[in-house]
């Protein structure tokens, strides 16, 4: 088998289940190759679009900008430095792809699609927006609660480097500074470590990634950080969607009959959407950033949310425990991610106490006889 069609094989097993879990028919696995394939032929050079006289000054202004957050990411953070976000296409979309994500009605447990090789994830993507809400349509029907998104970038975890690596696109060269960052860090982290079947750890270290990068970008350009990610509404947001989450799962797991679960959920429910409408007349002034996820909200939407962020504290001490140096830290994920997932788990929540035996780092394993 020839170079090229190794790389059709490798894009056939990996860009769909990357995209959505395994499918069940070969015209899925069509559609997914097809989609992607269609996105990089739209692909050019930045620098094509730079020296184009057509390109307005402002793509040409965050392509600039995307280019240098693109040199940080590999010299400071180490990330890959190889052919992904050194090309842009405009999908004339609002989305890269659409993602279905559901879940029982009483449970924060996300249906998965198992694909061999990639094993299992939460979500299963489409290209076209009508065969996503077909799919919900179906779920729905099966009594789970289902939600719609529209994704603004994927990763190809380095796979499609041959083809010209994953490409910056109109569905987020827009943003403002900060996100455009977050999401170029948080891509390129998907190529450094990937563990089947567990999309939280996938996910947790991305976005650790993200908020590391962030925080060292923002230094070296003299700029002032944004709102404290402890107190600003990100971290409220996220505080009261996690609380929700917990107040959930306590109630899915206690003995209550059905009837009584839905209901104290409806409770849940009403009192997480009243504190998010407090917030927004309160200290967001108004700022409309949640409405839509408020408005779209049950437990899909909630389980999918805590597969992003549930473990990144995790991740955050374990850069500590290996000195803030991104090579360690990455090192010592892909040690963890070729752990069971048990002993993954165990290893990553490991936390230091006076008196304790240490957790293990990167260190410590390489000096270990």
């Given amino acids: 088998m020839g170079r090229r069609a190794r790389g059709l ?33 739209r692909a050019r050079p930045v620098d094509d679009w730079l020296q184009d006289e057509q390109t307005p000054p402002a793509l040409r202004q965050r392509l600039q900008l995307a280019q240098r957050l693109r040199d940080f990411a590999a010299a400071e953070l180490l990330l890959p430095d190889n052919r992904s976000y050194r090309r842009y296409a405009d999908l004339q979309r609002s989305a890269a792809v659409w993602n279905v994500v559901a879940a029982p009605e009483l449970s924060l447990a996300l249906h998965t699609w198992c694909f061999p090789v990639m094993g299992c994830v939460g979500y299963r993507g489409y290209f076209e927006r009508a065969e996503a809400d077909a799919l919900a349509v179906q779920l729905r029907s099966q009594g789970l609660e289902v939600d719609v998104y529209g994704v603004p970038a994927y990763s190809t975890l380095g796979w499609t480097e041959w083809l010209g690596g994953d490409p910056l696109l109109n569905t987020f060269i827009q943003w403002p500074e900060p996100d455009l960052a977050r999401l170029i860090f948080h891509e390129l982290a998907h190529q450094v470590a990937y563990a089947p079947d567990d999309t939280p750890f996938n996910e947790s270290f991305a976005t650790a990634v993200e908020r590391l990068g962030l925080a060292r970008w923002q230094v070296s350009q003299g700029q002032a950080p944004g709102p404290d990610p402890a107190t600003g509404p990100r971290a409220q947001f996220k505080a009261l969607t996690l609380r929700t989450r917990q107040a959930l799962e306590t109630l899915y797991a206690s003995p209550l009959s059905d009837d009584e679960k839905r209901r104290r959920k409806a409770e849940l429910m009403a009192a997480m959407r009243a504190e998010h409408a407090a917030l927004k007349a309160g200290p967001w002034r108004g700022s409309a950033a949640y409405d839509e996820w408020f408005a779209r909200a049950n437990n899909a939407t909630l389980a999918v949310q805590a597969a992003y962020d549930g473990l990144v504290p995790d991740f955050e001490r374990l850069f500590e425990r290996e000195g803030r140096d991104f090579r360690r830290f990455y090192s010592e994920v892909r040690r963890l991610a070729a752990l069971p997932k048990d002993e993954r788990r165990a290893a990553l929540s490991c936390t230091e106490s006076p008196g304790a035996h240490p957790c293990p780092t990167s260190r410590s394993i390489a000096n270990t006889p």
């Fill in 9 to 41: 094989a490798v894009l056939a097993l990996g860009v769909a289940a990357l995209l959505a879990g395994c499918g069940s028919t070969l015209g899925y696995y069509a559609r997914s190759v097809g989609g992607h394939l269609d996105l990089m032929r």
